[in-house]
DNA sequence: TGTAGCAACACACTTACGTCA
DNA sequence: AATGACGTAAGTGTGTTGCTA
């Protein structure tokens, strides 16, 4: 199996998907308080994105027996290292199903055994003893390529998944973990980037509805002050509310409420210097427009 | 029951290396 | 061949969480 750069699952899109849909590339839980857009992201999004405190727990053995691609070819295989590394993680301190308590077991386990992983992540790297201090490895394409599919079905893994991804694929857990890493800041960041476009798009359209709004707004007030218009408003309207039945008499031809029921009046006639015109922003195809771009920054109100 | 210490983890940020135009 | 841009593996610091004493 081959993959390019642009096929690796970075591909996003501004499109929300259909309900029901699964998103394969939902945004992270970041625990730090980031720059994120709450309105941008999907709700299902979420609802398929665990978080921190169980994300260990129900996706982490779901796909544990999942069969993986075929035997990959490895360009680099730390024999050793990798074995003694596999030994350390088979049991799972993460997870709730295998080890009830055992979440941090891992300290059970020798030194030697356990930190072969840990200690190339804290400075004590395990290649500094070697001959290549920081090689760097350039992950073979069929490496990636199991390792995308794998983050596909799971963007976190276990240590128990772990450890099995990297027997099969003849890398080191940590290189493994770090991947994951680096894939979940590649998604988050194409996320970010896709919403910022987003929220650009938006702005860009509520400024020309504002600019358009203030047009309008201007020729009415324009049609206001001449004379001819005027003349053609109606009289100000006084309308009666009865505190009872709370019906309305709006007609100053009809016989007032008031008078059927001997109620106090309220007066709605505009007692400002500006009368306003009846126009109602939300039944206005700007309205519309706005109830449109609202709906679409909540799309389940 | 509350708490300190610890380990494991995720994330943000950064560095260093490999690749390519 | 040299070089800068870019992608990415890997290192580092920090916050969170769960367990244990």
Redesign the pocket.
Same mark, same amino acid.
């Given at each position: 199996m081959m993959v390019h $750069?642009e096929d690796?699952g970075?591909t996003l899109s501004l499109n929300f998907p259909a309900a029901g849909d699964t998103n394969p590339m939902p945004p +992270?839980? @970041? =625990? *730090?308080p @980031?720059f994120n857009f709450p309105l941008i992201t999907t709700p299902n999004w979420s609802d398929s994105c665990p978080s921190?405190? #169980? !994300?260990?727990n129900v996706d982490a053995y779901k796909v544990e027996t999942r069969s993986f691609l075929k035997g990959i070819d490895v360009n680099r295989i730390p024999a050793p290292a990798a074995e003694a590394e596999e030994e350390a993680?088979v049991s799972s301190? /993460?997870s709730?199903i295998s080890s009830?308590?055992?979440? !941090?077991?891992?300290?059970d +386990?020798p030194v030697n055994e356990? #930190?072969g992983?840990?200690s *190339? =992540? !804290?400075?004590?790297? #395990?290649?500094e003893d070697g001959e290549n =201090?920081?090689?760097? +490895?350039? +992950?073979s394409k069929d490496q *990636?390529a199991v390792l995308e599919e794998s983050f596909k079905e799971h $963007?976190?893994? /276990?240590?128990k998944q772990?450890q099995a991804l990297a027997k099969r694929l003849g890398?080191?857990p !940590?290189?493994v973990?770090?991947?994951?890493? $680096?894939?979940?800041?590649?998604t988050?960041l194409k996320q970010t980037e896709v919403d910022c476009e987003f929220l650009k798009r938006c702005c860009e359209n509520l400024t020309e509805e504002n600019r358009r709004l203030q047009k309008e707004l201007q020729e009415l007030r324009t049609l206001k002050l001449s004379p001819q218009f005027y003349m053609q408003m109606a009289p100000p309207t006084t309308l009666t509310m009865c505190p009872s039945c709370e019906r309305v008499g709006a007609s100053p031809s009809e016989k007032s409420i008031d008078q059927q029921h001997n109620m106090a009046r309220v007066t709605t006639t505009n007692q400002i210097h500006h009368r306003t015109l009846p126009f109602n922003p939300w039944s206005t195809p700007s309205g519309q427009v706005v109830q449109r771009q609202m709906s679409a920054l909540h799309p389940r109100s």
């Open positions: $750069n690796l970075l +992270l839980v @970041s =625990s *730090s @980031s921190s405190s #169980d !994300r260990h993680g301190p /993460n709730t009830i308590s055992g979440k !941090r077991n891992e300290r +386990l356990i #930190d992983e840990r *190339s =992540s !804290r400075g004590i790297s #395990d290649d =201090s920081r090689k760097k +490895l350039r +992950l *990636s $963007n976190t893994l /276990n240590p772990k890398l080191r !940590r290189q973990e770090v991947w994951f890493q $680096n894939r979940r800041a590649r988050k």
